[in-house]
C-alpha cells in the first residue's frame, strides 16, 4: 500500500459525461501528479500540483481540469467525455523535498466511457 | 526537454536468472533523478529503485540494482535470481531537478519469467 489513495476504482459513464476522480496523498506529501493510461500504452502525464498550485503541465486536453485543496487532496474533473477518455487514471503524490522526490502512485481510477 | 528510452519493448528471462533492462535518457541537466517503476498485471505502479544523479554509487535493493553510467546516459536494471513475481512492466522515469519540469517515462519494456 503506497498511501496514496483514490476515487472511485472504476468509472462507468457515457459520451458527453463529466466526471470527478479523487486524490488524497500519503501524509506529508505536498505535490500531487495526475497520470493518464491507455491500454496497454505508457504513461502520460497530465498536470502536477504544488502546495495547492499548478506546477507543470503536460498535454492535457482543455476539456480536463485539475485542483488541489487546502488539505492536498486533488481532484480531476473530466468533461464532455469521449470513448478515446477511457483509460486508467493514477494520482502519484511527492514530497519534493531535501532528497524525497520519489513518486508514489495510487491504485488508479478506471474510467470506461460508452 | 528530456526524453527517455527503452529500446527492449519485451524480454523474457528463465526462472532463477538474471536479466538486464536497458534504458538510455537524453538531458542537459547535471542533477537529477532516475528510477525504475514496475507494473504487475494488477497495474498498481510500484516504485522498484532510485537513483540520485549526484552519486556514483549504484543503487542496490535486494534482487534489484542498478548500473548508472552518467556520461553514457545510460541507466539499466538488473534483476538476478528472477522470480515468477517480477513479471511486469517496467518503466524507466527521468525525474528534473528544475522548476517546472517533470517526470518523464519511458514507454516501458514487459518481462515475462518462465518458470
Known amino acids: 500500500d503506497s498511501g496514496v489513495t483514490q476515487t472511485p476504482k472504476h468509472l462507468i459513464t457515457a459520451t458527453g459525461q463529466r466526471v470527478t476522480l479523487r486524490c488524497s496523498p500519503r501524509s506529508g506529501d505536498l505535490s500531487v501528479y495526475w497520470y493518464q493510461q491507455s491500454l496497454d500504452q505508457g504513461l502520460q502525464f497530465l498536470i502536477q500540483y504544488y502546495n495547492g498550485e499548478e506546477r507543470a503541465k503536460g498535454n492535457i486536453l482543455e476539456r480536463f481540469s485539475a485542483q488541489q485543496f487546502p488539505d492536498l487532496h486533488s481532484e480531476l474533473n473530466l468533461s464532455s467525455l469521449e470513448l478515446g477518455d477511457s483509460a486508467l487514471y493514477f494520482c502519484a503524490s511527492s514530497q519534493e523535498w531535501g532528497h524525497s522526490y520519489e513518486q508514489y502512485f495510487g491504485p488508479g481510477t478506471r474510467l470506461t466511457v460508452t | 526537454a528530456q526524453t527517455v528510452t527503452q529500446s527492449q519493448p519485451e524480454m523474457s528471462v528463465q526462472e532463477a536468472e538474471t536479466v538486464t533492462l536497458s534504458c538510455t535518457y537524453d538531458?542537459?541537466?547535471?542533477?537529477?533523478?532516475l528510477f525504475w517503476y514496475k507494473q504487475p498485471p494488477s497495474r498498481q505502479m510500484i516504485l522498484v529503485i532510485r537513483?540520485?544523479?549526484?552519486?556514483?554509487q549504484n543503487a542496490t535493493e535486494n534482487r534489484f540494482s542498478v548500473n548508472f553510467q552518467k556520461a553514457a546516459k545510460s541507466f539499466s536494471l538488473k534483476i538476478s535470481d528472477s522470480q515468477l513475481g517480477d513479471a511486469a512492466m517496467y518503466f524507466c522515469a527521468y525525474r528534473s531537478m528544475n522548476y517546472g519540469q517533470n517526470f518523464v517515462f519511458g514507454p516501458g519494456t514487459r518481462l515475462s519469467v518462465l518458470p
Open positions: 538531458t542537459s541537466e547535471s542533477d537529477y533523478y
Open positions: 537513483q540520485e544523479a549526484y552519486k556514483q
